[in-house]
């Protein structure tokens, strides 16, 4: 079942009402709306010990390059896919 993302967002409101034929829709619209809050959940980045330098990665989308803005400032979520960083504990390189 194919939910597009207006539509999801209309099941999950609260004050939405509606008796639907089938709970597919809901269970889709719910799905739908974990994985968009997943994004949310800081994921510490991976290192990569050889890339070629030593290196940090998105653990979600494997992006180097996109995890620090262009002054080298570390961002908040991934520049390429949207993932909250963890940058607790991370082990930055200068490479
Ligand atoms: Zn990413």
């Not at 269970?27 to 809050?37: F, K, P, T, V, Y």
């Not at 997943?38 to 030593?54: D, I, Q, T």
Request: aromatic share 6%; glycine share 6%; hydrophobic share 40%.
């Amino acid at each position: 079942m194919t939910v597009k993302i207006e539509r999801a967002i209309e099941i999950l409101n609260p004050a939405h009402r509606e008796h639907y034929e089938s709970i597919e829709p809901v269970d889709e619209a719910c799905r739908m709306g974990i994985a968009a809050l997943l994004y949310r959940v800081r994921k510490k980045p991976e290192y990569l010990p050889a890339h070629p330098a030593p290196a940090l990665a998105c653990k979600r989308c494997g992006s180097v390059k996109h995890l620090h803005n262009a002054d080298g400032a570390q961002n908040a979520f991934c520049g390429q896919c949207g993932q909250a960083i963890d940058w607790t504990d991370a082990a930055e390189t200068d490479a």
